[in-house]
């Protein structure tokens, strides 16, 4: 089945505590995304990363990070920095036929803190 | 900066009518794209039509079209013959050549039958 997936759907944290949301995509896509998004609100990206090996800071990245140490794999640790991490977190990628433009959504993970 | 200002935060349409979402957005780029998603209550993000800002030709996708005005930096939706599926929450988006995407707040979409 190809496509993007993320997971967990839900996630629970504990204050103080890092948590690591997957995003796995089998498009071949070279580009990747994270964004949150706040109830009622727009997404605001958080990093993104053009190629393996390199990524680049969002508009909201502090008390984030990620690794892109493979094409198909994009993680993004939620750490104790954070300080209000409650959100639903999309992934997204861009790429193939329709190149760089367009970018494609997983189907999210929820998380909130405790 | 880039913005992008969606003003209308919920409409609602009757079964198989037309309703039209506005979006205006403001970039100093002179390439770029914009695009339409829908996020349904499943909160899946779809991507609905997309327009490069260099072709003058609005795009279509089925019953959804566009109305492009570079000038006036205008971006609105038209949905024709709304069905019950097409309840959700519409974004109007604008990637600028960094591959950024810009949201906007999303406006709320009620179909009535």
């Known amino acids: 089945d190809g496509g993007i997936t993320q997971s967990p759907k839900y996630l629970f944290r504990k204050e103080g505590q890092n948590v690591t949301l997957s995003c796995e995509q089998n498009l071949n896509h070279d580009a990747m995304y994270w964004y949150r998004q706040d109830p009622g609100q727009g997404l605001r990206l958080i990093y993104y990363s053009q190629i393996v090996n390199d990524f680049q800071k969002g508009d909201i990245a502090e008390g984030y990070s990620v690794s892109r140490e493979k094409k198909e794999s994009f993680p993004l640790t939620v750490t104790s920095a954070q300080k209000n991490p409650t959100a639903f977190y999309l992934c997204?990628?861009?790429?193939?036929?329709?190149?760089?433009?367009?970018?494609?959504f997983g189907p999210g993970t929820r998380l909130t803190v405790l | 900066a880039q913005t992008v200002t969606q003003s209308q935060p919920e409409m609602s349409v009757q079964e198989a009518e037309t309703v039209t979402l506005s979006c205006t957005y403001d970039?100093?780029?002179?390439?770029?794209?914009l695009f339409w998603y829908k996020q349904p209550p499943s909160r899946q993000m779809i991507l609905v039509i997309r327009?490069?800002?260099?072709?003058?030709q609005n795009a279509t996708e089925n019953r959804f079209s566009v109305n492009f005005q570079k000038a006036a930096k205008s971006f609105s939706l038209k949905i024709s013959d709304s069905q019950l599926g097409d309840t959700a929450m519409y974004f109007c988006?604008?990637?600028?050549?960094?591959?950024?995407?810009?949201f906007g707040q999303g406006t709320t979409l009620q179909v009535k039958p």
């Open positions: 988006a604008l990637r600028i050549n960094t591959g950024k995407l810009i």
């Open positions: 327009q490069e800002a260099y072709k003058q």
């Open positions: 997204a990628t861009s790429g193939g036929a329709l190149g760089a433009d367009t970018q494609y």
């Open positions: 970039t100093s780029e002179s390439n770029y794209y």
